[in-house]
């Protein structure tokens, strides 16, 4: 349990100022209510003495109005710095998520998938915002709070402060039990938790190919069965601790009992005052008000240091950078020196070696699953090699600073995203300083002006999430105009043209031309003119570079690639890339 308090403080970072300061005003709300037993103290002692003044009475409504007052004081600064600190510590460790993950390798994406990091950073962080300070101010103060009664109890009478004390033991042994139990239930219900999340967003994603195939029944059925794990895992939570809750209770009410009983018997035996008798005998009532309060939250505290783990474990997974430096380029020439790469088991390069010259245009040629793509990621290291290196301008990849390596690289993917935002704001994520002006040029040059200009709110037109509401040749052209604003010395084009229609595809030819003069070039493309004004072609083909040279060369050497050139027509699994 304590392990558990300490998590939190530990979460709670630079905000552990405002959580002692709501503890504070906790312990103040506990000291204020125990002024009602002072008020009780007078008025029944006024009832009992034969002088009935008033001055008791007023006494006694005075305390119990300071005891009202000093209670709605306290707990309303107490919640206040719980909700500052629940939601200002979630926020900054979602940021710092957010952070991270642009660092991480893109292995991790591949073991966990968006639905768990989507969960993490939604639901299993809701948790610890609503809940966490609330949970351990209300678990500590509650504790606290109890102490003071009973050390109260034990100034006044030994024998009913030690009854009391054994009673607290008690019941701390039995939540220590109860937290044991509940930790590994707490991770399962967590766990459950994000399959569900995952599984939603697996189903809104897909609603085009659930609608399309007609599989609308067995796709609901998997978040059934999410909601389903989900719905276990609370009840196995709350199954879990029930018997703890049902013996704390039986502790808390024997213990009462004995207290009243105890107290009952000293006043007969004449060991203090009938008005302390009666004082005794609401205590005994109430003494353990607070620390039930304190046991309750035991569930919650588990399922949160559940929670506060897994965001960790996120927020702590090992960053590509660590020893990176800030690097400025002399050159650009690129260099693949004996590259080996596996996904898995899978080896996409076997020993791997060329050089791409800077401001030299390199095409990409193989089959499809060859490894075009991969190569290009490695570049830019979404990837780090298994053996061998890559550098650029005589730096190897892996000494850059991701920052400083991605400075020096614009990429057109071909499968294009885009942000729920703005046109304009699409165009300069790479670039976030650019003007207006910029942008529009920026848009001309890859031929999507016009077609911006003619939507009714023009560059500020917000575009649905992975840009959703653009064709896919828009998309592709948007994202052409974000790398020609970036202007970046190295062009990574990853058949960039394939969506646009034959139409367009002269036009931003010529754009990408514009974008990619005086560069460092290389491209994947479907296209045979693209390729054949390439510098050098690689020709890719069961994790070898089986070919390199000019298309005239290349097809003079009457090899893969003049065959694919032959068969370009039929060859409808093969890509000029
Ligand atoms: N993240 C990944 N994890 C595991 N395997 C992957 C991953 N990405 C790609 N692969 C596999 O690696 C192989 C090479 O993929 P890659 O996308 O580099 O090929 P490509 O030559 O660009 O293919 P295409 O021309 O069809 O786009 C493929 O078999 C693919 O299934």
Same mark, same amino acid.
């Given at each position: ?19 002692? !300061? ?15 037993? &002072? ?27 300071? /005891?009202?007052?000093?209670? =709605? ?19 900054? !460790? ?28 939604? %639901? ?50 039995? %939540? @220590? ?17 994000? $399959? ?17 195939? &007609?599989?609308? !029944? ?12 989900? +719905? !276990? ?39 203090? /005052? ?73 080896? =996409? ?5 060329? /050089? ?51 400075? +020096? ?58 840009? $959703?509401?653009?064709?896919? $040749? ?5 994202? =052409? ?13 990853? @058949? ?82």
């Amino acid at each position: 349990m304590l392990g558990t308090l300490k998590k939190i403080f530990a979460f709670a970072g630079n905000r552990k100022g405002l959580l002692k !300061k709501s503890l504070f005003f906790s312990f103040l709300n506990g000291i204020f209510a125990s002024f009602q037993f &002072g008020a009780l103290y007078f008025i029944v002692d006024a009832l009992a003495s034969d002088n009935h003044s008033l001055t008791s009475v007023w006494l006694s409504l005075g305390m119990m109005m300071l /005891s009202i007052a000093g209670r =709605i004081f306290s707990s309303f600064f107490s919640m206040n710095e719980q909700t500052v600190v629940g939601y200002g510590m979630v926020a900054d !460790k979602r940021i710092s998520i957010g952070d991270r993950l642009r660092y991480i390798p893109m292995g991790y994406f591949n073991k966990n998938n968006i639905g768990t990091i989507t969960g993490i950073v939604t %639901t299993t962080l809701g948790d610890v915002e609503s809940s966490a300070p609330v949970a351990l101010v209300n678990m500590i103060g509650g504790f606290f709070n109890s102490v003071v009664l009973i050390l109260f109890l034990l100034l006044f009478n030994w024998q009913l402060g030690l009854v009391a004390l054994v009673g607290v033991v008690c019941y701390l042994l039995v %939540t @220590e039990a109860a937290t044991r139990k509940s930790t590994s239930t707490a991770e399962k219900r967590q766990s459950a938790q994000r $399959g569900l999340v995952e599984a939603v967003l697996e189903y809104i994603q897909g609603m085009g190919v659930v609608k399309s195939f &007609g599989f609308e !029944k067995d796709s609901s059925q998997s978040i059934a069965a999410a909601i389903r794990d989900s +719905n !276990k895992g609370n009840l196995k939570l709350v199954y879990a601790v029930a018997p703890y809750i049902a013996l704390q209770q039986l502790i808390v009410r024997i213990f009462s009992t004995i207290l009243l009983i105890l107290s009952i018997y000293l006043y007969t035996i004449n060991a203090f /005052s009938f008005v302390y008798g009666i004082l005794f005998v609401v205590l005994s009532f109430t003494v353990f008000n607070n620390l039930e309060s304190a046991g309750s939250q035991i569930t919650m505290l588990q399922m949160l240091a559940s929670s506060i783990d897994t965001a960790n474990s996120v927020d702590n997974t090992p960053v590509m950078d660590e020893k990176g430096t800030d690097i400025t380029l002399q050159d650009t020439n690129i260099v693949f020196d004996n590259v080996d790469f596996s996904y898995s088991t899978r080896k =996409i390069l076997d020993h791997v070696s060329f /050089s791409i010259p800077e401001k030299t245009t390199t095409a990409i040629v193989g089959p499809s699953g060859a490894g075009k793509t991969t190569m290009c990621n490695l570049i830019a290291r979404f990837w780090d090699v298994n053996a061998g290196k890559i550098t650029i301008g005589g730096t190897d990849v892996r000494d850059f600073k991701l920052d400083s390596l991605m400075k +020096n690289i614009s990429m057109v993917f071909q499968s294009v995203y885009l942000f729920a935002d703005t046109i304009e704001n699409n165009i300069k994520f790479g670039c976030p300083d650019a003007t207006h002006e910029q942008v529009v040029e920026a848009a001309k040059k890859a031929c999507c002006h016009d077609f911006i200009s003619a939507l009714p709110e023009g560059y500020d037109t917000v575009i649905g999430e992975g840009g $959703g509401t653009l064709s896919g $040749g828009e998309k592709q052209r948007i994202s =052409i105009a974000r790398a020609m604003l970036k202007n970046a010395p190295i062009i990574i084009l990853d @058949e960039a043209t394939s969506s646009v229609d034959p139409e367009n595809e002269d036009e931003l030819q010529r754009a990408i031309e514009a974008l990619t003069h005086n560069k460092t070039i290389i491209m994947i493309a479907h296209r045979l003119k693209t390729v054949r004004n390439a510098d050098q072609i690689l020709v890719l083909n069961n994790a070898h570079i089986v070919q390199r040279g000019t298309h005239a060369e290349l097809i003079r050497q009457k090899g893969l690639y003049a065959d694919f050139v032959s068969a370009r027509q039929e060859a409808i699994g093969w890509k000029l890339g």
